[in-house]
């Protein structure tokens, strides 16, 4: 039988990923917020190892290029072979 604490556990892990999908999301959807949103967000902030790889993606790509879009994260990932990490190209355009 489960106490109390497995089950808050699940539900803030669940809140917690929603709330990782949103922000990047929001950070591949509304690209003139991207640079604050880079600045003020870590990787290492994630809890979800595939949000964090997106999130390291997103850091790189934007100093690159001073943008980000959905292809350049799918890209850059596939480039460093962490794309199946983050659960495809399918999963980024879920994100969005």
């Excluded at 690209?31 to 790889?53: I, N, Q, R, T, Y």
């Excluded at 350049?72 to 999963?91: F, H, M, Q, R």
Aim: proline residues 2%; aromatic residues 8%; charged residues 20%.
């Amino acid at each position: 039988m489960k106490d109390a604490r497995d089950v808050v556990d699940c539900t803030q892990n669940a809140g917690i990923a929603r709330i990782e999908r949103e922000l990047v999301g929001t950070a591949l959807l509304f690209p003139e917020f991207a640079g604050e949103l880079l600045d003020k967000v870590k990787h290492e902030h994630f809890f979800s190892h595939a949000h964090s790889l997106i999130w390291k993606s997103l850091i790189s790509v934007f100093a690159d290029t001073g943008v980000v879009t959905a292809s350049l994260i799918i890209n850059d990932l596939e480039c460093k072979n962490e794309i199946a990490a983050v659960g495809g190209p399918s999963y980024i355009a879920a994100l969005l």
